[in-house]
């Protein structure tokens, strides 16, 4: 519906700069000259007046439509609860798409394949994400019987998939975000596995592995599992389950994709089994869905409901009163919205799906004084999830009272069990909040801060240092503010080892590198104990984290009923140290003094090391200066002359680099990985050709166990293409804390 005329005598809402940034440059409707023709007050009554106007449907609703509309604007505009961003783009507007997460079918034809590009096209246009599993594509060079010819296999697809989405812009705003998923019993795993191996490869899609418990049960065992052809079900192959979990470790740790769901566990908690598996979830995997599905997504902001005078610090019954709200406030926005596909509209009425999540949970913990990695905060977590998830099943059930059930009730899990009839088959998500955390002035979902002050650059090259308010309030407090010490947290992040701060405060303000990667996951799980879908969170390491350090974090998840887990080690897409000031300028001293390349000493010593690789037994030579690999010549026994000459050049290359100074971190940085059509499983893991094994041998021995300077590792990320601020990867996807870009949509 459309909104309502607005009231001259509404209050103006506070907008930050920051909110000031993102609501101009991605929520104002915009004219065709590109300029807003609204302000913020008329942002919000646009959403609020159309989706209370829904309300008009129902004779035993509660409320008028006028009247829900004021309480939905004060509900927004004081950020106690904000919904998903194509609501706050779309809702009262001729495009009226209002929902962020979808799931499309990839059927095994042809046709069906490309319906499903057609299909997240216009998705897409509409502002949605969208979720797929390309399990039920066989494998490559597998016989076509329609044609007689040969199927290329899940990968080709994806790659068109990819290709598609990078020439459709989401709402005339920003590309499409995708989730693709496989199978680990699909025979094409391993090449799905290493399918972004590659930075920039399939730049549209997140990955993710869908473990199943067999597959787990044999990784615990130490067995071989099955492949198995999807259009016949026949066995194709086997696999040794450690070295096709080993693989996902090395990957995840090379570059964090791809991610892992447990799809059994997802599919435990289908509210609606008759009507199939789950086998996707949208682009950040928070949200799991049947084919056709959407949902759209809402947070409440913790951050409002810190009570100073209550007895455990929350205000337990304003934060009832504003999920009640919430919920109503969401099923309207099914009735509201305009599907772009009939059969998505069929299925999300039939089910009526929402997620309402939570954001600024590391502020509410600043405001408790209670660390982010301690015990107190995860008995907290549960409770406070456990108590949203009970008032919006409350809210859920009041709704049907007035509206009816949703209509696949009597074929779902709540009928079965007798628990009563809900309007809402989920009620909670914890999604990503990254632009709205951004508008609501708090921190992001269930995530820690990844820096408690930074600096903007404003207009005419001026420095703006942003602080956690928080922060800022305990370091007046304990009279420890200063403009100096300001300029030092904004180049460090952290007050970690800032030994004369308090130890309270330093032991409270912690950011995602000063936290143990064991409780990143913990407090995922006690979210999850609590949540109907998923929680979208990720597992921060820091860059020195092991492959067993992940391994480790993949086996807890499993272990603590996570439906997924999407892990990052710092600083794994990007080699370069960043450096600012002197430090920036002796670096660039030292570069020049390195482009001259070193003579050979008439005397070098080193050391021989064989390897078994897919094309023979490497025997790489590193001969050594000061300690310092100088120089490798490898060869390649038994091997055709092509072969021979390729491993002669990439050792006179690499050679080359040593000699001009080039750090050995940086060569196997670029060589590490690097794919060949005959990978070799030895005792270290998965090698995958001639450069991966050179690699792998300098690797092991130059940089095991080497230890970083500091509690963080200043590396480079990647920077954002609108504003060129530093990304960092929060919540399963790149987001920009200065002006809200995000790659996940």
């Known amino acids: 519906m459309k909104p309502s005329k607005m009231p001259s005598d509404l209050a103006q809402p506070v907008i930050s700069d920051n909110a000031r940034t993102v609501l101009n440059k991605r929520y104002l409707r915009k004219g065709t000259d590109g300029q807003p023709v609204e302000d913020f007050r008329t942002m919000f009554w646009r959403v609020a007046s159309s989706i209370a106007n829904e309300e008009k449907k129902y004779k035993k609703s509660r409320y008028k439509a006028d009247e829900l509309a004021h309480i939905f604007y004060r509900l927004m505009t004081d950020y106690k609860f904000l919904p998903n961003s194509p609501t706050l783009m779309n809702a009262g507007t001729d495009l009226g798409q209002l929902a962020a997460c979808f799931v499309l079918p990839v059927g095994d034809s042809m046709e069906e394949i490309f319906d499903a590009i057609k299909y997240a096209a216009l998705i897409h246009k509409s502002g949605g994400g969208t979720g797929f599993s390309f399990s039920r594509l066989r494998p490559r060079d597998s016989r076509v019987g329609s044609t007689g010819g040969i199927a290329s296999g899940p990968i080709s697809f994806l790659r068109i998939f990819n290709t598609a989405t990078e020439q459709v812009k989401q709402g005339g705003t920003r590309r499409g975000a995708n989730m693709g998923i496989l199978r680990v019993d699909h025979p094409d795993i391993i090449d799905f596995i290493r399918a972004k191996e590659r930075d920039g490869d399939l730049n549209n899609f997140n990955l993710s592995i869908g473990l199943t418990e067999q597959f787990m049960q044999a990784v615990e065992n130490d067995q071989d599992y099955p492949l198995l052809a999807p259009h016949t079900g026949n066995e194709k192959g086997r696999l040794k389950a450690r070295e096709v979990f080993s693989l996902l470790v090395q990957k995840a740790w090379e570059s964090g994709d791809p991610g892992i769901i447990f799809l059994d566990r997802i599919n435990r908690d289908n509210p609606t089994p008759d009507q199939g598996e789950i086998e996707s979830t949208n682009p950040c995997g928070e949200q799991p869905l049947l084919p056709y599905e959407a949902c759209n997504l809402g947070s409440v902001n913790l951050d409002r409901f810190f009570d100073p005078k209550s007895s455990d610090g929350i205000d337990w019954e304003k934060l009832k009163a504003v999920i009640h709200l919430s919920v109503r406030f969401l099923d309207n926005v099914i009735d509201a919205s305009r599907y772009p596909l009939e059969q998505i509209t069929e299925m999300v009425h039939k089910n009526r799906k929402i997620g309402l999540g939570v954001m600024g949970w590391a502020d509410l913990l600043f405001q408790l004084k209670i660390p982010y990695d301690s015990h107190r905060a995860l ?54 909040t990254g632009t709205l955390s951004i508008i609501a002035g708090c921190s992001s979902g269930v995530e820690p801060l990844f820096a408690l002050s930074f600096v903007r650059q404003v207009m005419d090259g001026e420095r703006l240092v942003e602080v956690n308010p928080h922060l800022e309030e305990a370091l007046k407090t304990s009279r420890s503010h200063s403009v100096k010490l300001m300029e030092e947290i904004s180049h460090k992040g952290s007050i970690k080892t800032m030994t004369f701060l308090d130890q309270e405060i330093r032991d409270v303000f912690v950011t995602s590198m000063d936290i143990l990667p064991e409780y990143h996951l913990k407090m995922q799980a006690a979210f999850q104990k609590f949540t109907d879908n998923a929680v979208s969170k990720t597992v921060n390491l820091p860059n020195q984290a092991t492959r067993d350090d992940i391994w480790g974090i993949y086996w807890m998840a499993y272990e603590l009923g996570c439906k997924g887990v999407t892990v990052y080690r710092d600083g794994c897409k990007s080699s370069q140290v960043l450096c600012t000031g002197d430090g920036q300028k002796s670096r660039e001293k030292e570069q020049e003094g390195r482009k001259k390349v070193r003579e050979r000493p008439e005397v070098v010593y080193g050391f021989t090391q064989k390897v078994r690789t897919g094309l023979g037994e490497l025997y790489l030579t590193v001969n050594e200066v000061d300690g310092k690999p100088f120089e490798v010549f490898a060869t390649i026994g038994r091997s055709g002359r092509s072969i021979t000459a390729k491993a002669e050049a990439i050792g006179r290359l690499v050679s080359l680099a040593l000699r001009s100074g080039i750090d050995v971190r940086d060569v196997v940085k670029q060589i590490k990985g690097i794919g060949g059509e005959h990978p070799v499983f030895q005792k270290k893991g998965l090698l995958l050709s001639i450069p991966d094994a050179v690699g792998w041998v300098l690797e092991n021995r130059y940089l095991q166990g080497e230890k970083k300077s500091g509690n963080h590792v200043d590396l480079q990320r990647p920077l954002c293409p609108d504003c060129g601020q530093e990304l960092v990867f929060q919540e399963g996807c790149f987001v920009c804390g200065a002006c809200g870009y995000t790659k996940c949509g």
């Not at 549960?382 to 009272?401: G, Q």
Request: glycine share 4%; proline share 7%; no cysteine.
């Open 379 to 432: 008995i907290l977590a549960e409770k406070i999830m456990e108590f949203v998830n009970k008032e919006s099943k409350s809210a859920s059930k009041t709704l049907a009272e007035e509206r009816g059930p949703f209509p696949a009730y009597d074929q779902s899990v709540y009928a079965r069990h007798n628990l009563g009839p809900y309007r809402n088959a989920t009620t909670t998500t914890i999604a990503p």
